[in-house]
């Protein structure tokens, strides 16, 4: 009799344990969403308008600091001159100069009569401006204004993402809450058990206990071990699949050099770096000489101060002190990230200036990445796919034009006259 | 009429292991056991099991490997020149010479490294044109054998020591009164000369000895001995209507052969409605590239060459009123009373050249072209050559010099005395009496080794000079490169000794070009607008004052008198192969694996003889013999040459180096010492006693034989007068037979129907034309794609095994006498009549030469076969070659009806079993970025040069215009000196390929086979009579 009691009792008894088993889970979903959203809701401060009109109107040629760049380090401005003075002076320099005011007259003598362009701005936006300055100016210590900004990066970035810890005290307050929900389901059950007056279950210990369970789970084994293998396989298969695409791959550089800052923030055409990308095969990274066009005059950045430009100087062996260069040239090696193999031709300018596709296309929001990542698989898939989807710039290019009109003959006037059409899957076109 | 071709002796003889060969194409022992280098496995204890457990190892560690790609870095240059954009090469006018070619040149740079040699088109004198040796040359900057720093005492040394010591050597010397000999190349630059010229009057006992490996003083003499002046005139063959040589390969290695070779082409062409044709006469003892282009060609022993230029002088005489000189009979004199005749009627519009040594003979040959009132015409005496000056006289003077120790210093400039004179064992003993030696040489050489200081001078891409080949015509040479290693110019080491004021060279060679130079035009204002431009240029020629018609005062009687009279019995002949010329490029394994387009054979020199002669003393093909001439004797290989003469053996000279490199060391044996000396000159003929070795047969690797078209209408071949009855003499329309009779080609289609009509070409369909009429079988073209496509070079052993990776291969078949039509004549059956058409009546067959790559099919057989389709069509025309993509089936190549394609045998990067080109970093930086270099175990070809096709395209495309017709040219097409290849697109209605392709001459390769090739071949046409000599 027990024996068999035991086989009809045991599922029947799983069966009101499952139901029962639903309450802590349910309740611990909802907390972890609650928790979540408290995160995720956290207020994000406003920027005050002064930063965005400063970055965009002065950075060029200004810091909040003490060193000199194009013009004189703007700390404490507020507290050298009057606003009515500053505003005069940020409408119309030359002006203001002319006009005689002894200050204005010293500043420009003192920077070798390199004058400040006239900036279009209203009284408001001007104050906000000085409004940043001055905090920035409180904020900044005197010495060492690099390590002050770096570690008001690090702070910013960590506010941004949720740290492991709240993660873990989640994790933590689940598991406990399953096993007091636990013990209060079998405290329950016990006392159905009492209740009704059945007999408390055999208790299996060790290899018996693990028999058991093994043998009157068979289905769910079997369920799981399938879902297990085909998992398995899939990622297998992924994993295996991608051997040799490095999409994400953001390696560290030797210079901290930021395209959010440069393209993002200041807005500077890709191409006037990557010069290659409109002429030939190859957009090239640019050798030091470009990056002095404008670091002759920018060396103190926003983010790491001297510390990464100077590499620049190092490089190019330039004496920022004296603007000099020296003979002691080392070239900056860089890191590549996008690597094609060698068994694929790409060209740059055929996609750039011919095809007219954006830098973004093949590279991501590049203007938004401190640290440049691989954005695109580089695969031969994802070049074909493009490929069938895109269509040829045509109008315009003399090269085109009996093509053009040969093709919307053969396909139909609205036709959709894409890569693929005009032989861009053919194997030499990329493979020679 | 129907010409029976045949490949190789080794088909005609049809010897049992020709058909296993031919039978078995790809019949090869797999060299496995030696490349795994392992006798020990054989004998190892490694059981299957172990075997197993480490290949599965292997594959785990393999795939782990792969999943960490390695950190590539990207090193943009710190300050960038203006004129580099990466990725897009830029081009710099430059002159090649090297002592035996000129080639005016522009170089390929690409982020400055030079990777390929083109021809510069502004030049008057070489018109764009390159040669198999030009087109290598830019491989031998790269080449690790070059001296990287100045030698003293054979040991490294830095300049200041070396130019303290020599300086004072040189100081000590002048004191003493001993000379101070320069022994240099012929050095055609006006600035160069001087140079010397200045530090010959800083030390006073300076002599300067031109000596030139291969001489020309004969041809300098003799024209000494006819007008008064030792000088070389300018020849024009495009202006003649008839040439006549004796023994002069103008075509391959005579004095400009690039030159030579663009004005020959001229006059052969039938294209633009030209009609006409020059007739091109050859006597000559070996088989020479310009023998194999002759309409006739006549053979003759060497010895009797001197007497029939004399019989025909006699001719020419006995009509225009000279006065007749002795002379002995020649087998020839029939041809030659002909041949006379010919020139009698071409009177000032004919030309006639000798390729002798002997001055008399040239005396003889300036006597025959004046009778003939050619000065003016097709010669031009004003307007003087300086390619050549050497002086036989002066240097075999110089070694008795030597021997009373008159010699203080010797300085060696391009010329290596030790290996390339005859008696180099006599000049050695002489140079040990001599106080300093110093060479200039870039590489240890033979002279060198003996030398106290080696001051190594630059490539001549790494160098600044100018060239002045022809008087009025200058070239200048500007470096693409820093150089390479510690190396400086010659010019600049002397400027440095004679303690010049001027820093280098370079600002010597501006200042001159700036100030006389510069004077010799009036189109441009100032030196330095006059200089810019030169330099962008290249070249810079001035109109030469005319010419009046010289005086020719030339002895003929003496000269007559002291010719060399036939002989009997053995004689041995020296000359210079396409490929290796004069052995100075002999470390340049591309020139070594180019196969000599005569005999096919590359990586080796050989005894040529006639078969039938051969047969007559038991030579066999590979059989060891000796040659003695004097107490000289040499051993080499037998080689079958048709069309030889009689009793004549035939050696190339620049083999057999010692101390070149890896490449070019021990292959061949040296010529030289064959040489002899007589009257003061270098004599390239001599008797000879021959005699077979007990060696084993020495194999040779030839590229022919392996591949057989045989009994097919290959080469379609007509004569001039046949031509102009009808355009497409010898071009028959291609019929096929059909259930419903014979059909033209073009109505039987396997592949179009209604429903498909086959390819569509949108926008461009790319085709090359190939004039056989033009394309003289120089092989400039093959060494041209070596280098634009990376191809491999694989070495003899791999040669022999039929597996050179050449993609262009140009076919040379002989011709027989027996035709089907004359079969009958001569009472043949038609089962002896095949028989016949197969043996060799080949004494002095017709050659053709045809150049054969990639026909890019529009029906292609090997991509239908293709299981991986690795190999594809493109809608340009072009059969595409996917080398990722191919595993090495081989089906393509078995199914291609051209065999054209190339299967990689194994890896040719970084493996020391294939020690040529890019086994070292120095070697690789000739490779060509766009081109992909191919791994083991995949199949390639031409591809039609597709990276210049893209690029080409991508540039019309940013102009936003069509591209013009010439704006694309493959690699092949543009190096050639003849311009017999045609590239261009279909559906340009202008393109040049387009108007040649609907010539009545024009055919596709096996037509019948409809396999519709993009390239097309032009009919062979001969200027003369069918059936008749002359």
Request: aromatic share 8%; hydrophobic share 35%.
């Amino acid at each position: 009799m027990s024996e068999m009691s035991k086989k009809i009792l045991l599922p029947q008894t799983s069966k009101q344990s499952n139901m029962l088993r639903y309450v802590p889970r349910c309740l611990s979903f909802t907390l972890l969403a609650f928790i979540l959203n408290v995160i995720t809701l956290s207020p994000s401060i406003a920027q005050p308008n002064g930063e965005a009109l400063f970055k965009q109107n002065c950075t060029s040629c200004h810091v909040v600091g003490d060193n000199k760049v194009v013009g004189p380090g703007l700390k404490n401005v507020h507290k050298k001159q009057s606003d009515e003075w500053l505003l005069t002076w940020i409408k119309n320099s030359q002006a203001f100069i002319k006009s005689g005011d002894p200050d204005a007259v010293k500043i420009y003598e003192e920077f070798n009569k390199i004058a400040m362009p006239a900036f279009a701005l209203k009284d408001d936006e001007i104050k906000s401006i000085i409004a940043y300055i001055k905090t920035e100016s409180d904020k900044a210590p005197v010495v060492a204004p690099a390590a002050a900004a770096a570690g008001s990066g690090a702070t910013a970035e960590e506010s941004k993402e949720t740290s492991p810890l709240v993660y873990l005290l989640v994790l933590v307050l689940i598991i406990g809450l399953y096993s007091i929900l636990n013990r209060v389901q079998k405290g329950l059950e016990r006392v159905v058990r009492q209740r009704d007056g059945e007999a408390e279950p055999v208790v299996l210990k060790g290899k018996a206990r693990t028999k058991s369970w093994i043998r009157e789970h068979k289905k769910l084994i079997a369920i799981l071990l399938i879902v297990g293998m085909v998992y398995g396989s899939v990622k297998g298969w992924d994993a295996l699949a991608g051997i040799g695409i490095s999409q994400g791959y953001q390696p560290d550089q030797p210079i901290k050099f930021s395209h959010k800052l440069h393209a993002g923030t200041n807005k500077i055409d890709c191409r006037y770096c990557h010069s290659g990308a409109e002429k030939a095969k190859h957009a090239n990274i640019p050798s030091a000489n470009v990056c002095m066009n404008c670091h002759k005059y920018i060396q103190s950045g926003p983010q790491y101060g001297t510390e990464e430009i100077s590499k620049i100087y190092k490089a190019i062996d330039w004496d920022p002190a004296k603007g000099v260069y020296g003979m002691n040239q080392k070239p900056i090696q860089w890191v590549r990230i996008h690597n094609l193999p060698d068994l694929a031709y790409f060209n740059h300018a055929q996609h750039v200036k011919v095809g007219k596709v954006e830098c973004q296309t093949c590279h991501g929001p590049v203007q938004e990445m401190e640290q440049v990542k691989q954005f695109s698989p580089l695969t031969m898939g994802w070049c074909i796919n493009c490929h069938r989807n895109t269509e040829v710039k045509m109008e315009g290019n003399g090269y085109y034009t009996k093509l053009h009109t040969d093709l919307l003959k053969k396909y139909g006037p609205q036709a959709k006259l894409t890569v693929d059409k005009i032989g861009g899957l053919e194997c030499a076109r990329c493979h020679y | 009429m129907e010409k029976k071709y045949w490949k190789g002796v080794e088909e005609l003889n049809n010897s049992p292991e020709f058909t296993r060969l031919r039978d078995n194409e790809f019949f090869e022992n797999l060299p496995i056991d030696e490349l795994l280098q392992n006798k020990a496995s054989s004998t190892s204890s490694t059981s299957r099991r172990d075997f197993l457990k480490f290949l599965g190892f292997g594959v785990a560690a393999a795939s782990l490997a792969a999943c960490e790609a390695p950190v590539k870095k990207a090193i943009p240059y710190v300050v960038k020149p203006e004129e580099i954009t990466y990725g897009i090469p830029d081009y710099y006018a430059s002159a090649f010479f090297d002592g035996n070619d000129y080639c005016s040149v522009l170089v390929k740079t690409r982020e400055g490294r030079p990777i390929k040699i083109e021809g510069n088109k502004l030049s008057s004198v070489t018109n764009g044109g390159t040669n198999a040796r030009v087109q290598a040359s830019v491989l031998s900057l790269y080449d690790s054998a070059r001296l990287t720093s100045p030698l003293s005492a054979k040991k490294k040394a830095t300049w200041s020591e070396v130019d303290a010591a020599i300086t004072s050597k040189l100081s000590q010397s002048a004191a003493a009164g001993k000379k101070i000999v320069i022994l240099s190349s012929t050095l055609p630059s006006p600035t160069t000369k001087k140079v010397v010229a200045e530090f010959s009057a800083k030390y006073p006992t300076t002599e300067h000895i031109v000596y030139d490996a291969v001489s020309y003083y004969g041809l300098l003499k003799g024209n000494e001995l006819s007008f008064g002046k030792s000088m070389i005139p300018s020849y024009r063959f495009d202006n003649a209507e008839v040439i006549v040589s004796f023994a002069a390969d103008f075509l391959a290695t005579w004095l400009s052969p690039i030159e030579f070779a663009r004005q020959y082409a001229i006059t052969r062409k039938l294209r633009d409605g030209k009609k006409n044709m020059s007739r091109h006469i050859q006597f000559e003892s070996t088989l020479s590239l310009t023998g194999s282009n002759a309409d006739n060609r006549y053979k003759l022993k060497p010895s009797q060459l001197s007497s029939a230029v004399a019989n025909l002088y006699n001719k020419i005489a006995a009509a225009t009123g000279g006065a007749s000189v002795s002379s002995s009979a020649t087998p020839q004199d029939k041809a030659i009373e002909k041949v006379a005749q010919e020139l009698l009627n071409a009177k000032g519009k004919s030309l006639v050249v000798s390729g002798s040594n002997d001055p008399n003979e040239q005396v003889l040959v300036n006597a025959i072209n004046h009778l003939l009132g050619n000065y003016n015409s097709t010669i031009n005496v004003n307007q003087e050559c300086n390619l050549r000056a050497s002086n036989d006289a002066a240097v075999i003077e110089l070694m008795s010099k030597m021997n009373a120790g008159e010699v203080g210093t010797i300085i060696f400039w391009n010329a290596n005395p030790i290996y390339s004179l005859p008696n180099s064992k006599d000049f050695q003993a002489a140079l040990s009496k001599v106080g300093t030696k110093v060479s200039f040489a870039d590489r240890e050489d033979e002279t060198a080794q003996f030398c106290d200081y080696v001051a190594p001078e630059h490539h001549y891409l790494e160098s600044w000079n100018d060239l002045e080949p022809y008087k009025g015509y200058f070239n200048l040479v500007q470096p693409t490169i820093r150089p390479l290693f510690d190396t400086r110019q010659p010019q600049e080491s002397l400027m440095k000794w004679a303690a010049m004021p001027q820093a280098d060279y370079y600002s010597y060679l501006e200042e001159n070009w700036k100030s006389n130079i510069y004077r010799m035009q009036t189109g441009v204002t100032s030196g330095q607008a006059f200089w810019t431009q030169s330099l962008r240029n290249g070249v810079f020629e001035v109109a030469v004052t005319a010419a009046s018609a010289p005086a020719f005062t030339g002895n003929v009687q003496d000269a007559a008198s002291k010719i060399t009279k036939p002989g009997t019995g053995v004689e041995l002949v020296m000359y210079e192969k396409t490929g290796i010329a004069n052995g100075a490029h002999a470390n340049n394994p591309w020139l070594q694996e180019f196969p000599d387009p005569i005999s096919k054979v590359c990586w080796d020199n050989y005894f040529a003889i006639l078969p039938s002669y051969a047969a007559k003393m038991g030579f066999k093909q590979g059989n060891v013999i000796e040659v003695k001439v004097g107490n000289v004797s040499v051993k080499g290989p037998v080689l079958l040459q048709p069309a030889m003469a009689e009793e004549t053996i035939a050696i190339a000279v620049g083999y057999g180096r010692t101390n070149v490199g890896k490449a070019g060391n021990g292959v061949g044996v040296n010529a030289y010492p064959l040489v002899t000396i007589a009257n003061a000159s270098m004599k390239y003929y001599t008797a000879a006693t021959v005699s077979k070795t007990v060696e084993d047969d020495y194999p040779l690797a030839a590229t022919q034989t392996h591949h057989t078209m045989m009994g097919r209408e290959i080469v379609k071949e007509t004569t001039l007068s046949a031509w102009l009855k009808d355009a497409k003499a010898g071009n028959p329309e291609e019929m096929i037979e059909t259930p419903y009779g014979k059909k033209k080609v073009e109505d039987v289609d396997l592949w179009a129907s209604q429903k498909n009509p086959g390819f569509d070409r949108p926008n461009h369909s790319w085709g090359l034309g190939i004039d056989l009429n033009a394309c003289i079988g120089c092989g400039a073209c093959v060494v041209a794609c070596n280098a634009e496509n990376n191809v491999a070079v694989v070495g003899k052993d791999e040669v022999m095994r039929s597996r050179e990776m050449h993609w262009i291969r140009i076919d040379r078949y002989y011709s027989s006498d027996v035709t089907k039509e004359n079969a009958g004549e001569k009472g043949l059956g038609k089962l002896d009549m095949y028989g016949e058409m197969e043996k060799p009546a080949a004494e002095n067959p017709d050659v053709v030469f045809q150049p054969v790559m990639c026909q890019h099919c529009n029906n292609a057989p090997c991509e239908t076969v293709c299981p991986v389709v690795a190999t594809t069509h493109s809608s340009e025309g072009l059969n595409m070659m996917a080398y990722n993509r191919c595993v090495g089936t081989r089906y393509c190549a078995n199914n291609c009806p051209y065999k054209v394609r190339r299967f990689n045998w194994f890896e040719y990067t970084n493996n020391e079993k294939f020690p040529y080109t890019m086994t070292d970093n120095l070697g690789k930086m000739v490779l060509n970025p766009d081109v992909v270099v191919r791994s083991r175990g995949v199949m390639e070809k031409c591809s039609m040069c597709v990276q210049r096709i893209q690029y080409g395209k991508l540039e019309a495309k940013k102009a936003g215009r069509r591209p013009l017709d010439g704006e694309i040219n493959t690699a092949c097409a543009q190096s050639c000196p003849t311009n017999a290849l045609v590239f261009g697109d279909y559906n340009d209605p202008q393109s040049e390929v387009n108007k040649l392709a609907v010539d009545g001459r024009s055919y596709h390769l096996l037509a019948e086979i409809k396999v519709k090739p993009g390239v097309f071949y032009q009919t062979k046409v001969r200027n003369k009579e069918e059936g008749k000599e002359a």
